[in-house]
T-cell receptor, first 113, second 110 residues
């Protein structure tokens, strides 16, 4: 099976812009979670989707949003970018059948200038 | 919300020695505890996990123990090798959400 894929791998944006990141889970997996990784805060949970429904959301401002499509692909959007949004954004794929193992994608490195 | 504390933040061991990393969690409803290894510039990779109905699990040189009463769990790596050098993260899961510790940078000195 192909692993979790994320596009793009690298992004450079300026403050005030918005960005959309994409994640394709492992084939057959129905759940996708998103995390932000920074040197200072570590890995922080953003949100989790299962069958197009957001089941849980972390403690991030409303500028961070996401969605999941019927083919389980997921996107996250960050509007009005701030310098502090520079981070590695990771998505994780879960089978969603009661198993818990999360498989991470390679991440999207976002730099906000 | 859930809080996960991880110690130590850095750990250096001689090749062949054992390494132990400890984590505590705050929410007794958490029921799944994975450990991830992240090498520089790469994605986190699951190395072992344990569920709340199990006290210990072993996979070759890696073992994890869980004490539900004390709400702590530990990673044990025996016979460490240079390729074990990486950052290790513990996590706890509740309500479809993983909460991670801050990580331990393990250096194995040849």
């Amino acid at each position: 099976k192909a692993g979790v894929t994320q596009t793009p791998r690298y992004l450079i944006k300026t403050r005030g812009q918005q960005v959309t990141l994409s994640c394709s889970p492992i084939s057959g997996h129905r759940s996708v979670s998103w995390y932000q990784q920074t040197p200072g805060q570590g890995l922080q949970f953003l949100f989790e989707y299962f069958s197009e429904t957001q089941r849980n959301k972390g403690n991030f401002p409303g500028r961070f949003s996401g969605r999941q499509f019927s083919n389980s692909r997921s996107e996250m959007n960050v509007s009005t970018l701030e310098l502090g949004d520079s981070a590695l954004y990771l998505c994780a794929s879960v089978a969603g059948d009661g198993t818990d193992t999360q498989y991470f994608g390679p991440g999207t490195r976002l730099t906000v200038l | 919300g859930e809080n996960v504390e991880q110690h130590p933040s850095t750990l250096s061991v001689q090749e062949g020695d054992s390494a132990v990393i400890k984590c505590t969690y705050s929410d007794s409803a958490s029921n799944y505890f994975p450990w991830y290894k992240q090498e520089l510039g790469k994605r986190p990779q699951l190395i072992i996990d344990i569920r709340s109905n199990v006290g210990e699990k072993k996979d070759q040189r890696i073992a994890v123990t869980l004490n539900k009463t004390a709400k702590h769990f530990s990673l044990h790596i025996t016979e460490t090798q240079p390729e074990d050098s990486a950052v290790y993260f513990c996590a706890s899961r509740k309500s479809y959400q993983l909460t991670f510790g801050k990580g331990t940078k393990l250096s194995v000195i040849p």
